[in-house]
């Protein structure tokens, strides 16, 4: 029903920055609220960040505030990750998700009902 497909991760170095994007089908994006979970190596799956409907409401992960800005198009059906000033500590496979019933902006992965296959960030120190 509902397809994600995240881009832009890559290499970077330490302090450095990339925008990830989550392109999403159908038509009815603005009906999600949006998130992004990041997973390392031997770790679970951990909320990053998420985006209301409308775009309004943004909330962060404390490890990640301040750095990190999550955003979204409706019109393009994407919602992007600008991750600025990255550490080696972000180093993970980061996953979108999409939340089609939302009631509270949901922080949790057991909220969300589709997910992306992930994109790689490699942050070197």
């Known amino acids: 029903q509902v397809q994600l497909v995240e881009s832009g991760g890559g290499l970077v170095q330490a302090g450095g920055s990339l925008r990830l994007s989550c392109a999403a089908s159908?038509?009815?994006?603005?009906?999600?609220?949006m998130g992004w979970f990041r997973q390392a190596p031997g770790k679970e799956r951990e909320f990053v960040a998420t985006i209301s409907r409308s775009g309004g409401v943004t909330y962060y992960a404390d490890s990640v505030k301040g750095r990190f800005t999550i955003s979204r198009d409706n019109a393009k059906n994407t919602v992007y990750l600008q991750m600025n000033s990255l550490k080696p500590e972000d180093t993970a496979v980061y996953y979108c998700?999409?939340?089609?019933?939302?009631?509270?902006?949901?922080?949790?992965?057991?909220?969300?009902?589709?997910w992306g296959q992930g994109t790689q960030v490699t942050v070197s120190s």
């Open positions: 159908g038509r009815t994006f603005s009906y999600y609220a």
């Open positions: 998700a999409a939340d089609l019933s939302p009631g509270a902006l949901p922080r949790s992965k057991d909220e969300y009902d589709y």
